[in-house]
């Protein structure tokens, strides 16, 4: 008895510290100590690992013009500047090495820089290895040896607010006057989705900038909690026009402003199947209507175009929420998805040809992000695609999400902002058979789909019409009860994406719900009243034998 | 008779909830502490059907062992009926158990739709040409030609690398005038090179150490231009736009992917892609390009070679034919 409670202690001291090193795994963007001293070898060794690790996005010169620099938006930070965006310092300061520390230990949310902590990824750098690596990053720009601009020395980092009021609706409705108060909306939109500014702006690289839609949090480089956003506009960001406001706003209007942008992060939905509900009214093609308050909406991840020549890396419509309702003829989808730009003009003429990209062993299938398109206003059109296979599934076969095969067509229903505003017809229904082939509008006669689109603050709305089935061969049928696959292909005008330089999803479902059959209620009272008329007789029958016992007694 | 402490029917009763409950939770929740995994094992429907079954058969053996045994069991029963325990009670339970079994027809013949499932097959490899098992990555161990026309480029200086990492060593030349261009290698390898070149003497192993960290970091550079966008720069499988599909991006630090599969396999994978794969492993559903149509097959090995440094793992060694 006694080796046995000895044996449970051993036990217990054991997940005790299972769990301290559970929680030492998740502080892991904060070191268990000051940066060690930056000898030669310790450098050296951070070289080591800087050529191994870093080099290729940010150069062998530590300028950020490594050989996959070209490709990415944004691009990769240039050392020798010593600009660097996202500290705890005051504006224009350098940062503490803690703030470097944090951004190789959680990398930036959304871009390419990736964590390299090995508590998180398992071939990630240690500690020490982050600390090495720093110490070389520092070598890039001369502003690091100067002691009068040391941050730390000259008392410039900013420390989160003592008193921080808690997340609730009074401190996020003062947030919302504090964001109303400083004109965040002047960059970032009435309602947060980056679409303040009526054209592009430019960082002081010379690089075009998004400016950040807020209620996408998976796209907030820096983290998404309410401590991460309450930096960056106390700190600003350097580099760019995100100013700090540390003379404008006092701790606590920061504090209930970062409480109000973190109230408008959209929260994902994970369901892989839209389930639509039979309506027996006439089918709007407003988007607007009262009836998509109540149809439910699935959210849709999309990624940019890599499966083929041209690859495209930088999409900028990365999520795309879908509702649909149906009755005895037709079928509605509404399209829901954030833009920061109108683009309803197409001019062919600056269409890109990827036949260079398309070459075997040629320099790179990925399309540059500056020099090969152009990413500016009033060029290229927005546009959406709903994509089925044409024939039904049977079992789990499907065409490729990427636009099928050629033995296995999908059929498209396409909106082209452009279309609409000069009087052709807005949706278009077409067919493909792989990607090698550009998507085949259908012939006049067969045009069935109908639609509506409204842009409004920062984001684009639009309803799809259909009739449920066609006498067409190469449509998509939709019939109740069945998963139908569903995907989407997505062009952002003003991002450059035309043609293949899109984002896409892969396949979700659609699925039409259908009404309970008659028979499953009969099925139903049946049971309930064969059980119930046994249990009756069975009382009948006990009470009659105790009646006869007692009166044989 | 004797002197029971608890009646059979109650007996019974319990025995019954306290296998279902052993069936339905208890061992699932045993299965997390032996397989230490983050979700419990449960039990099959079918398992589950076969474990009430046999209680079932074994109380009915018990119960009408003997006379007495079932008017035992029946005993509480016939009370109920007769209304020995209430008028109110008799009539809540034959209330009861037919809307129970009410409820219990329409749940099982409701039309319920599920998703149709995608299981995700590791390595499928039922087209996987037989051929290819026993290819070696040209890149990992270089014949002794080349290893000999390297020693005289880098004797000469000359050393020459894929046009994709050119601009990136022609600035840093540029910018730090150096003596030997091999001098941006941050390996010990390279560096013993360069010692070995100065002092007139260059071993063969020195050079193909060497030569391998020049592959490296091609296939690296590589990686970071074509795969990193998905698989991540952690070769983890989570990069910037691994969210957007429903099949995530392999992960070959995890155990039981690259490691498992010799490296004509993973040639194979590269090569052909999602649309080569057999259709039990639902190429539809992946994203993985068909690198044939724009990789070289230098290229494809370099990133190879890459892929199994970064992820600290080794292939498996192909099998004698």
Known sequence: MKRMMNNLKVVLLGMLIACGLHAIAFAANVPSGPMPEATEEFVEKGRGIYFQRCSFCHGLLGDGEGPAAKYLDPRPRDFTLGTFKFRTTESGELPTDLDLFRTVSRGLSGTAMQSFDSDLIKNGLSELERWQVISYIKTFAAEFEDPELDPVATNKVISLPANRAPYDEETIARGKQVFERAKCWSCHGKLGRGDGNKEFRKDDWGFTIRIRNVTHPWKIKAGSEIEDIYMRFTSGISGTPMPSFVKSLNEEDRWDLANYIKSLQHKLTSHQALRVKLVDVELPEDPADAIWENAEPMDMRLAGQVVAPPRWQNPSIEMVTIQAVYNDKDIAFKLTWDDPFMDIVHDETQEFDPVELAKVGGFNSYVETIDMIPRKLETLRDSIALQFPVKAPSGTKKPHFYRGSSSEQVHLLVWKADQASVGERGTQEGNARGWKQPIKAQADDSQQVTGKAKWDQGRWTLVMKRPLTTDDRNDVQFKPGIFIPMSLNAWDGSNGEHGLIMSLSTWHYVFLETSTPVSVYINSLLAFLIVGGLGLWLMRKTIKGKQDEEAGA | ?321
């Open chain 2, 1 to 321: 008779m004797n002197k029971k402490i608890i009646g059979t029917f109650p007996m019974v009763v319990i025995v019954l909830v306290a296998v279902y409950g052993l069936a339905k939770w208890g061992i699932p929740a045993f299965s997390r502490q032996v397989t230490t995994l983050p979700f419990p094992l449960p039990v099959p429907g079918t398992l589950m059907f076969f474990y009430m079954t046999l209680t079932v058969i074994a109380l009915f053996l018990m119960v009408t062992f003997s006379e007495d045994g079932l008017s035992d069991f029946l005993r509480p029963i016939k009370k109920l009926l007769a209304g020995g325990y209430g008028k109110v009670l008799r009539a809540i339970v034959l209330l009861a158990i037919p809307l129970v079994a009410g409820w219990q027809t329409y749940d099982m013949t409701v039309p319920r739709a599920q998703v149709p499932a995608s299981l995700r097959i590791q390595h499928p490899s039922s087209n996987f040409p037989v051929a290819m098992e026993a290819l070696s990555n040209p890149f990992e161990k270089p014949g002794e030609d080349q290893i000999t026309e390297f020693i005289e480029q880098a004797k000469a200086n000359e050393v020459s690398f894929i046009q994709q990492v050119q601009d990136d060593i022609d600035a840093w030349a540029e910018e730090n005038d150096p003596d030997h261009v091999l001098e941006f290698f941050a390996v010990e390898s390279t560096k013993k090179l360069l010692a070995e070149i100065d002092a007139g003497e260059v071993s063969q192993e020195t050079a193909k150490a060497a030569l391998h960290e020049k592959y490296l970091f091609e296939g690296r550079a590589l990686y970071a231009m074509n795969c990193r966008p998905c698989h991540g720069d952690s070769v983890a499988g989570d990069g910037p736009m691994a969210d957007g599909f429903k099949l995530r991006p392999i992960n070959f630090t995890d155990n039981g992917t690259i490691e498992t599969i010799v490296e004509g396999y993973t040639f194979w994978r590269v090569t052909n892609g999602g649309p080569g794969l057999p259709t039990e492993a639902t190429p539809w559903d992946s994203a993985m390009p068909e690198w044939k149509l724009s990789l070289s097959e230098d290229e494809r090995w370099k990133i190879i070679l890459a892929e199994y440094n970064l992820a600290q793992k080794t292939p498996r060694i192909p099998e004698g034919h």
